[in-house]
């Protein structure tokens, strides 16, 4: 299997614009996992899904973020407009719902300017 | 709520040495899961070793060894001849028993090992 697929590696963007990373968990698998890491922070669930549902958003820091899980293989998290505090490395992760443990994706680290 | 501390924000071996890295968590659940994930600078989270609350024994995964105390709710990694490969972040991460439960995560602890 290829493991978890997270696109872009990197991305640069200016403050205002929108930003979309995607990810694509591993097959078979029925839950997603958002998280975002930085320095101050640490780890952080941003929001997770079960079939393509969301499950518990709580951890999405405010309206400008927004994911969707449109079928298994596929989901985007969207920051819009992004900001200069958005600045961090995100990661998707998933897993079986029969299994523990989770799997993650590479991360995107994004740098809003 | 459930909550994950390592007291050790940075840490430091000898090459070929043995280090314990420190872990604790809180929750007033009986069944759950801990984790260990390594990540080392190119951010990849690798899953190091795992343990279920049930379970006395202690989980061993070839070099990386588990102090599991359920009544003290700790749970620290022992890295026995550490190797210039195991330089990383180290996570400890708890996980509620049940169908997909998310997972909590430690701040984690920056270890570094010396040539």
């Known amino acids: 299997d290829a493991g978890v697929i997270q696109s872009p590696r990197h991305e640069v963007t200016e403050m205002g614009q929108e930003v979309t990373l995607r990810c694509k968990p591993i097959?078979?698998?029925?839950?997603l996992f958002w998280y975002r890491q930085t320095m101050m922070r640490g780890l952080e669930l941003l929001i997770y899904f079960n079939n393509n549902v969301p499950i518990d958003d709580s951890g999405m820091p405010e309206d400008r973020f927004s994911a969707k899980m449109p079928n298994a293989s596929f989901s985007t998290l969207k920051i819009q407009p992004s900001e200069p505090r958005d600045s961090a490395v995100y990661f998707c992760?998933?897993?079986?719902?029969?299994?523990?443990?989770?799997?993650f994706g590479p991360g995107t680290r994004l740098t809003v300017l | 709520a459930q909550t994950v501390t390592q007291s050790q924000p940075e840490m430091s071996v000898q090459e070929a040495e043995t280090v314990t890295l420190s872990c604790t968590y809180d929750?007033?659940?009986?069944?759950?899961?801990l984790f260990w994930y390594k990540q080392p600078p190119s951010r990849q989270m690798i899953l190091v070793i795992r343990q279920e609350a049930y379970k006395q024994q202690n989980a061993t995964e070839n070099r990386f060894s588990v102090n599991f105390q359920k009544a003290a709710k700790s749970f620290s990694l022992k890295i026995s001849d550490s190797q210039l490969g195991d330089a990383a972040m180290y996570f400890c991460a708890y996980r509620s028993e049940g169908y997909g439960q998310n997972f909590v995560f430690g701040p984690g602890t920056r270890l570094s090992v010396l040539p």
């Open positions: 992760a998933s897993t079986s719902g029969k299994a523990d443990t989770q799997y």
């Open positions: 097959s078979g698998h029925d839950y």
């Open positions: 929750t007033s659940e009986s069944d759950y899961y």
